[in-house]
């Protein structure tokens, strides 16, 4: 440091120099505004004076509280896609679940055509790979005579889906002998769903039980029918249930307020004492789901309004308030929305994939939800507290502060993610930048480098003499590699020629920098800008040339910069020049500045080997262009698999 390049006395000898060049070596949080400075001290005088008790895994603070879960799955949603789409699509649909802090969704067959075959399944595939937003599984539907062809596409689907009740569909089963033809074809491995009310649940718990095999009942709405799956379960049947939030939060007390109308739904909304002995039983209900069912205002509002609410986007808020009311924990949440859901369905991990919840956000429902093109809400006006803050899928942020991210076409089919898994076992997830952190940033089982007992910060040596280069020689009996940098130009290749141990060139002067290039392998054009005389050497240029790279001189930054995408700067090299009158001339000839950079793109990157003098403003550090510090952490990764390479240990 004290050797390369020109700095201004008064700033290297300060102890605030040295302070501030520390911490950015060491990346050391380093107060340097006054005032910040007396905040912490008055904190730190307010809590006596001792470091305050935190959790060392936050690496932030709030006044809301904020949690992680898991993305949440909804079992079962209406998409209306193919054939309804003005009511909603896969796209709006996926949207709205993402802003409601789902990741999966389950698509119901009861859409047109019906999805009840191969040919009717590959449609809706098609619509939900062109458009899904997050990821899903579609169900097939169980019809009157496809119990002996539809089980060939059983390990693609979601589930199978009987309607045994009247329904928005025209796949209700009414015959008996073909409900046991389905459940005597359909793989027992594979779930199978109910849409049975009343009486009809106690029919075909029954015939579970005759058939052994396991059974997930939709939409439990009322009193007997919560009580005979209790019994059920107590006598050991593999039966599995949900529940809706309209039936939770929702009574025929409520129809009043929201209208006849709007207030049709399948099965109907229960009396208090329905909804009470949900409540009453909400430890043997295994899932959560919307039953997100979709129609317009105008349908709703015609004389024979079909039955439906929407509901994805107001699920999570309403039982985030009762958490807040004592009526559930965020463990039920998790439990009913993540975990058995995953257990009943067989659905694989989701990997990088999570949401941010706002506890303390306190919000009216509005009459309208932002994504569904529904259009109305049967809990408008309900006071609710907690909103979805962030939406996290697969890496990528999916859903931020009421903005979907994510582009129609990301989601994807989670039985093709469970299939491939299966048939390939180095299939895998690709690594996100975190994860790479978190493999690198471990201590590398390598030798000592250099001789343990060597406290110099660096060594001087005249490769001119022999004697020295006998030095490197013996100093490499104590280490396993030696690196070498020097200002002569192939110092390093002379000294590899008496040397035994691998010789890593970490630069010689004005000759090659190979370890530092392997950071900056760009397919790029070339610009070339420089002082007077420091123009790049004719045989470099010629060889550039020679294999088609294009190539353009800038005598000026401003001229330059309006087309770059990365800028590479260096400090104006002392040695480079005869005299030190020549050198100071040139000094301070570019220098960038917030303002010089106001001209350049707004995606672009600044890179610099670093020490740096004055060629780039201090004030520009905070610039997320600025990428010369984050270049420089890069670059110990990089050196350490050389390193690594080098010593036979990758």
Not at 86 to 101: I, N, P, R, V
Not at 164 to 174: D, G, S
Not at 555 to 566: F, G, K, N, Q
Request: net charge neutral; aromatic share 8%; with cysteine.
């Amino acid at each position: 440091m004290r050797n390369g390049g020109a700095r201004r006395v008064s700033n290297f000898m300060t102890h605030g120099y040295r302070t501030r060049r520390l911490a950015a070596d060491y990346s050391v949080p380093l107060i340097t505004d006054v005032k910040c400075a007396k905040l912490l001290v008055e904190a730190l005088r307010m809590v006596g004076g001792k470091a305050p008790r935190m959790k060392t895994h936050t690496d932030c603070m709030s006044s809301r509280k904020m949690i992680r879960l898991p993305g949440l799955i909804d079992v079962h949603v209406h998409t209306r896609d193919p054939g309804e789409v003005h009511k909603e699509d896969f796209a709006s649909c996926t949207a709205a679940a993402l802003a409601g802090g789902i990741t999966i969704i389950f698509a119901m067959p009861n859409t047109n055509p019906a999805v009840v075959d191969h040919k009717t399944f590959a449609i809706a595939k098609a619509q939900a790979v062109a458009e899904s937003r997050c990821d899903y599984a579609l169900f097939a539907g169980a019809s009157s005579d496809n119990y002996n062809d539809i089980r060939e596409i059983a390990p693609h689907v979601a589930a199978l889906k009987m309607y045994l009740n009247e329904t928005f569909t025209t796949l209700r089963l009414t015959d008996l002998t073909v409900w046991i033809k389905h459940f005597e074809s359909w793989p027992k491995k594979y779930p199978l769903c109910v849409h049975a009310e009343g009486q009809t649940t106690a029919a075909v718990l029954l015939l579970a039980s005759l058939h052994s095999r396991p059974i997930h009942v939709c939409h439990v709405a009322r009193k007997e029918e919560i009580q005979i799956i209790r019994a059920a379960k107590e006598h050991g049947l593999a039966v599995t249930c949900e529940v809706c939030p309209h039936h939770l939060f929702l009574c025929q007390d409520d129809l009043d307020r929201i209208g006849y109308g709007r207030g049709q739904v399948s099965p109907p909304l229960g009396t208090k004492e329905d909804q009470q002995t949900l409540w009453d039983n909400i430890d043997i209900i295994d899932c959560f789901a919307t039953d997100h069912a979709p129609h317009t205002v105008q349908e709703k509002s015609s004389e024979k309004p079909p039955p439906g609410f929407p509901g994805l986007e107001t699920m999570l808020p309403l039982l985030l308030t009762a958490v807040h009311e004592g009526k559930l924990t965020i463990e039920d949440i998790i439990d009913k929305l993540y975990r058995n859901p995953k257990r009943i369905f067989n659905i694989p991990d989701q990997r990088n994939t999570y949401i941010e919840i706002d506890m303390d956000d306190e919000w009216i429902i509005p009459e309208a939800m932002t994504y569904s093109k529904s259009n109305w809400t049967p809990f408008t006006g309900m006071k609710v507290r907690g909103s979805v803050h962030r939406v996290v899928l697969r890496g990528e942020i999916a859903y931020i502060e009421g903005q979907v991210l994510i582009n129609p076409g990301f989601g994807q089919d989670i039985r093709d993610i469970q299939y491939n898994t299966k048939t390939s076992s180095t299939l895998h997830a690709p690594i996100t930048s975190v994860q790479l952190a978190d493999i690198v940033n471990k201590p590398l089982s390598l030798d000592s480098l250099i001789s343990p007992n060597y406290e110099k910060p660096s060594i001087h040596i005249d490769v001119h003499e022999d004697e020295q280069i006998d030095s490197v020689t013996v100093m490499a009996g104590y280490s396993d590699v030696v690196v070498l940098r020097h200002s002569a130009p192939g110092a390093a290749a002379r000294v590899a020629q008496h040397c035994r141990k691998p010789i890593l060139n970490a630069g010689d002067g004005t000759g090659e920098h190979p370890t530092q290039a392997l950071l900056t392998l760009y397919n790029v054009e070339l610009r070339y800008v420089n002082p007077p005389g420091l123009d790049m050497p004719n045989h470099v240029v010629n060889y550039v040339a020679e294999r088609g790279i294009s190539q353009e001189r800038f005598s000026t930054l401003e001229e330059a910069l309006p087309d770059t995408d990365v800028l590479y700067i260096t400090r104006i090299q002392s040695e480079r020049f005869a005299t030190q009158e020549q050198y100071h001339k040139m000094c301070g000839f570019f220098i960038v500045t917030p303002q010089l950079m106001s001209r350049a793109k707004r995606k672009m990157a600044v890179m610099h080997p670093l020490p740096r003098v004055f060629e780039i403003s201090k004030e520009f550090d905070t610039d997320p262009r600025a990428a010369y510090f984050r270049q420089a952490e890069n670059g110990v990764y990089v050196r350490m698999a050389l390193l690594a390479m080098v010593l036979g240990r990758i």
